[in-house]
C-alpha cells in the first residue's frame, strides 16, 4: 500500500470484547478448568482498523463505549495503540465469549445492546467530526438490535459532504437500506449477498446491489477468491490463493481494509482487488481475526491476477 496519511476512519457500531478460553475436551454440561484466558477488542470495524495499521496507514475507530465493559474495550484499544473516537453510552458493551477446544471454536456472541436515539447521533457526530482529516470511511458489522434504519443513511451522508469514500460491511436489510444511500463500496460475503436480495445468482445479485446505488460491489468468496463489479464497468475477478488451510474467520475484514486503502490511494481497480485477495488469503493464515500475515500478503500478491469475470 502507498503511504496516505489520510486515515480510514472505521465505525464500528456495535463492538465486542472478545474473551477466548482455553479448555480441554469441551462438553455440553460438565464443568470445565480454563487452561488460558485472553481478551481482546474485537467487531469488524475494529478489525480492519487493525489491518489498516498493520498495513502501515493511520484508522481512527469510531464507536459507542458502555459500562465496565465499554471501559475494558477502550482500554484494550488504547493499549494496542488505535486512536480512538469514543462515544460514551450508559449501554453496557457486550462481549463474545470463544472456547477453544481440541482445536475447534465454539462461539458465544451476546447480540449487543440497544442505544437511545441521542447516543446513535453522537455516534454520527463523531463520525462527522473524524472525517475533517479526510481518507476513507468504513462501516462495518452487524448493528444491535434497535438501532436506527437511516445510520447507515446518515454515515454515508456525512461522508459525501466531507468528499470521503466509504465502505459499507453489513448484511441483511442494513445492507439494502445502505446501498440506496449511494456508497462508494459494500462488500457481502456471498451468502450475505444472496440472503439480503434473495438471488442465487452472483452477477444478478451483485446488480440488484448496483441498481439500489452502490457504486462498486465487491463480493467475497470465501475460497474462491472474489468478485468486483461497477454500474457500467467490465466485471472483475480474482482466484483464491490455493490450498490454504486456516482461520477465515476476519477475512472479510481485512478485505475490506484493502479495498478502503485502494479509494484513499486511488490505485487501479485490479490492483486494489488483487490486494484484496491477497490480504484476505494472508489473514486466513493469522490465527486471530483482524490480524494478517504481511510476509504471506507479500509473497500472495505477485501470484494473483485480476481476470475479467465470465
Ligand atoms: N480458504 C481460503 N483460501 C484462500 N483465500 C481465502 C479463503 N477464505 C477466504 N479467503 C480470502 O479472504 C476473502 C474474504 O473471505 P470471506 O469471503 O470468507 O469473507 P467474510 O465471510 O466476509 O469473512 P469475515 O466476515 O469473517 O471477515 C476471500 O475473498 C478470499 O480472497
Ligand atoms: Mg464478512
Same mark, same amino acid.
Given at each position: 500500500?502507498?503511504?496516505?496519511?489520510?486515515?480510514?476512519?472505521?465505525?464500528?457500531?456495535?463492538?465486542?470484547?472478545?474473551?477466548?478460553?482455553?479448555?480441554? *475436551?469441551?462438553?455440553?454440561?460438565?464443568?470445565?478448568?480454563?487452561?488460558?484466558?485472553?481478551?481482546?477488542?474485537g467487531?469488524k470495524?475494529?478489525?480492519?482498523?487493525?489491518?489498516?495499521?498493520?498495513?502501515?496507514?493511520?484508522?481512527?475507530?469510531? $464507536?459507542p463505549?458502555?459500562?465496565?465493559?465499554?471501559?475494558?474495550?477502550? /482500554?484494550s484499544?488504547?493499549?494496542?495503540?488505535?486512536?480512538?473516537?469514543?462515544?460514551?453510552?450508559?449501554?453496557?458493551?457486550?462481549? %463474545?465469549? %470463544?472456547?477453544?477446544?481440541?482445536?475447534?471454536?465454539?462461539a458465544?456472541?451476546?447480540?449487543?445492546?440497544?442505544?437511545?436515539?441521542?447516543?446513535?447521533? *453522537?455516534?454520527?457526530?463523531?463520525?462527522?467530526?473524524?472525517?475533517e482529516a479526510?481518507?476513507?470511511l468504513?462501516?462495518?458489522?452487524?448493528?444491535?438490535p434497535?438501532?436506527? @434504519?437511516?445510520? /447507515?443513511?446518515?454515515?454515508?451522508? /456525512?461522508?459525501?459532504?466531507?468528499?470521503? @469514500?466509504?465502505?459499507?460491511?453489513?448484511?441483511?436489510?442494513?445492507l439494502?437500506?445502505?446501498?440506496? $444511500?449511494?456508497?462508494?463500496?459494500?462488500?457481502?460475503?456471498?451468502?450475505?449477498?444472496?440472503?439480503?436480495?434473495?438471488?442465487? *445468482?452472483?452477477?444478478? $445479485?451483485? /446488480?440488484?446491489?448496483?441498481?439500489?446505488g452502490?457504486r462498486?460491489?465487491?463480493?467475497?468468496?470465501?475460497?474462491?477468491?472474489?468478485?468486483?463489479?461497477?454500474?457500467?464497468?467490465?466485471?472483475?475477478r480474482?482466484?483464491?490463493?490455493?490450498?490454504? %488451510?486456516?482461520?477465515?474467520?476476519?477475512?472479510?475484514?481485512?478485505?475490506?481494509?484493502?479495498?478502503?486503502?485502494?479509494?484513499?490511494a486511488?490505485?487501479?481497480?485490479?490492483?486494489?482487488?488483487?490486494?484484496?485477495?491477497?490480504?484476505?488469503?494472508?489473514?486466513?493464515?493469522? *490465527?486471530?481475526?483482524?490480524?494478517?500475515?504481511?510476509?504471506?500478503?507479500?509473497?500472495?500478491? @505477485?501470484?494473483? %491476477?485480476?481476470?475479467r469475470?465470465?
Amino acid at each position: 500500500m502507498t503511504a496516505s496519511a489520510r486515515p480510514v476512519v472505521s465505525v464500528t457500531p456495535n463492538p465486542a470484547l472478545d474473551i477466548t478460553y482455553e479448555v480441554d *475436551d469441551l462438553r455440553v454440561g460438565q464443568s470445565h478448568r480454563v487452561s488460558r484466558v485472553r481478551e481482546r477488542a474485537g467487531g469488524k470495524g475494529i478489525n480492519v482498523a487493525r489491518v489498516v495499521r498493520a498495513l502501515g496507514e493511520p484508522a481512527v475507530v469510531v $464507536a459507542p463505549f458502555g459500562g465496565r465493559t465499554g471501559d475494558a474495550l477502550l /482500554h484494550s484499544l488504547r493499549a494496542d495503540g488505535f486512536e480512538v473516537a469514543a462515544v460514551p453510552v450508559d449501554a453496557e458493551t457486550r462481549r %463474545t465469549v %470463544t472456547v477453544v477446544s481440541g482445536g475447534e471454536a465454539t462461539a458465544l456472541n451476546e447480540a449487543g445492546p440497544a442505544l437511545s436515539a441521542p447516543d446513535w447521533d *453522537d455516534v454520527v457526530g463523531v463520525t462527522g467530526r473524524a472525517l475533517e482529516a479526510p481518507g476513507a470511511l468504513v462501516v462495518s458489522g452487524s448493528t444491535p438490535p434497535g438501532t436506527p @434504519p437511516d445510520l /447507515h443513511a446518515r454515515l454515508i451522508e /456525512h461522508a459525501r459532504r466531507a468528499g470521503v @469514500p466509504v465502505v459499507v460491511d453489513t448484511s441483511g436489510p442494513a445492507l439494502l437500506r445502505a446501498a440506496v $444511500a449511494g456508497p462508494d463500496l459494500v462488500k457481502p460475503n456471498v451468502d450475505e449477498l444472496r440472503a439480503a436480495t434473495g438471488e442465487t *445468482d452472483v452477477v444478478v $445479485a451483485a /446488480h440488484a446491489l448496483l441498481e439500489r446505488g452502490a457504486r462498486q460491489v465487491v463480493v467475497s468468496l470465501g475460497g474462491d477468491g472474489l468478485a468486483g463489479f461497477a454500474a457500467g464497468a467490465q466485471p472483475w475477478r480474482v482466484r483464491a490463493v490455493p490450498g490454504l %488451510t486456516g482461520n477465515p474467520t476476519g477475512a472479510g475484514d481485512a478485505v475490506v481494509a484493502a479495498l478502503a486503502l485502494g479509494l484513499v490511494a486511488g490505485t487501479p481497480w485490479p490492483e486494489v482487488l488483487v490486494r484484496a485477495t491477497a490480504l484476505g488469503a494472508a489473514a486466513v493464515l493469522a *490465527d486471530v481475526a483482524g490480524d494478517v500475515d504481511l510476509a504471506a500478503y507479500e509473497r500472495f500478491r @505477485p501470484t494473483l %491476477t485480476a481476470e475479467r469475470y465470465r
